[in-house]
């Protein structure tokens, strides 16, 4: 199973040569939100958004009626992805053999004003023949499927923080049981206060709010919590001996996909089935604990989650494993994370040089021993990466891939 093509959309940036400048130059996408100082009781000022994003220009108004933000951040991802592979306009994707595996959190939450509307006013004046089909859950997943006249499998992930890296996992999965040959998958989110406002009600968000530039911290002595971004990430993934017939460049090969669930709590880690998880991948592409190079964490800069993740991770490679978390560039991307940090884990991958976490100056003791990135960046031949990500609802994900020749 092999990667052929990558695209996606971030807080700093569309294109991973811009991405990786400005995160050698210490930037951060993360702000200060001051339309926020309007929501009383939201603790949290601080969000990492895509900032000038606009297909109004670019795509049929007909197609972008179904589309809300996430949608579109999707839909534009999956182009760019399918021209990398060189698919875009191929008829190869009306053939019934290349489908879509996609999530994200939550769909669009500006329709669900007009169905609150409804309840509390009794009125359906803001409820329109687009309005759900933008805020399902699903609506990533089926307006990619739509805008590219797919014709294959639509699985539809939204399990939260594990939407993405799920995305990529049924996609891996679908091809090598042989029912496709051509995978979307991947993940997007768009930004919203009520995100926010769901963290904030645990005391789980940052609220260095005059001070952005210094969080989230993932595993840092003096983190203080998470922060809320947006984006979306889409790999098409292609089975091998059909990407090498059409003379398709290959970017990685995906080895190896575990996911389980805790099955204990539904907002609290458990670093057990954490482990359980990495072992399933590793399992899964018959590797043992020592190939592995790299591991890209999840690193929500949240207490429990920091610790059962690094607890886990040591559990199965031991002290000597090189970790970071993109989360201090990007915030929590939530559906979109796992295939956002996967895009920019396999440019990291091969380029052999991965970037350190932001803002992580002291590793908190209570988190495990491991080589944790902080400042420069690290020269790494990492043949094998590991990505993982953990969701609400104790589902757990963890994906390995293998690097090919740049």
Not at 107 to 116: E, L, R
Request: charge should be negative; glycine fraction near 12%.
């Amino acid at each position: 199973m092999v990667v052929t093509g990558i695209g996606g959309i971030t807080g700093l940036g569309n294109a991973w040569e811009a991405i990786r400048d400005r995160m050698l130059a210490g930037e951060t996408a993360v702000q200060r939100m001051a339309e926020w100082d309007r929501y009383e009781g939201l603790n949290t000022r601080l969000a990492a958004p895509v900032e000038g994003f606009d297909v109004d220009k670019l795509y049929p108004r007909k197609k972008l009626r179904t589309m809300g933000r996430v949608s579109r951040m999707a839909v534009y991802a999956s182009e760019r992805a399918l021209r990398q592979a060189g698919l875009l306009g191929d008829k190869l994707l009306q053939s019934g053999r290349t489908g879509v595996a996609y999530g994200s959190s939550f769909g669009s939450t500006p329709p669900v004003i007009g169905f609150a509307a409804l309840i509390t006013e009794g009125s359906v004046r803001h409820v329109t023949a687009t309005s759900y089909i933008q805020m399902m859950s699903h609506t990533a997943a089926v307006n990619i499927g739509l805008f590219f006249g797919l014709t294959g499998r639509v699985y539809t992930t939204s399990s939260a923080c594990t939407s993405g890296s799920q995305g990529i996992g049924y996609a891996y999965e679908a091809i090598k049981a042989g029912a496709q040959d051509i995978m979307l998958a991947g993940g997007a989110e768009e930004l919203c206060p009520t995100m926010a406002a769901v963290f904030d009600t645990l005391y789980a968000t940052s609220v260095l709010n005059d001070a952005p530039g210094t969080t989230p911290r993932p595993f840092d002595a003096a983190r203080d919590g998470l922060v809320i971004g947006e984006g979306a990430a889409t790999l098409v993934l292609e089975e091998r001996e059909h990407a090498l017939a059409r003379g398709a460049a290959i970017i990685a090969e995906v080895v190896g996909y575990g996911t389980n669930s805790d099955g204990s709590h539904v907002t609290q880690p458990n670093a057990p089935t954490m482990e359980i998880a990495m072992r399933l991948a590793l399992a899964d592409a018959g590797l043992p604990p020592e190939a592995v190079g790299f591991v890209c964490g999840h690193g929500t800069a949240t207490e429990h989650g920091d610790i059962a993740e690094t607890h886990a991770t040591h559990a199965v490679f031991g002290s000597r494993m090189p970790l970071h978390s993109l989360k201090g560039h990007f915030g929590h991307t939530l559906g979109a994370c796992g295939a956002l940090e996967t895009w920019l884990a396999l440019n990291m991958q091969r380029e052999q040089r991965f970037l350190s976490t932001a803002n992580l100056t002291t590793v908190d003791s209570r988190c495990a021993e491991l080589d944790y990135l902080i400042g420069e960046p690290r020269n790494l031949a990492a043949e094998y990466v590991m990505k993982n990500n953990f969701a609400f609802g104790g589902i757990n994900t963890s994906l390995l891939f293998r690097a090919m020749p740049a």
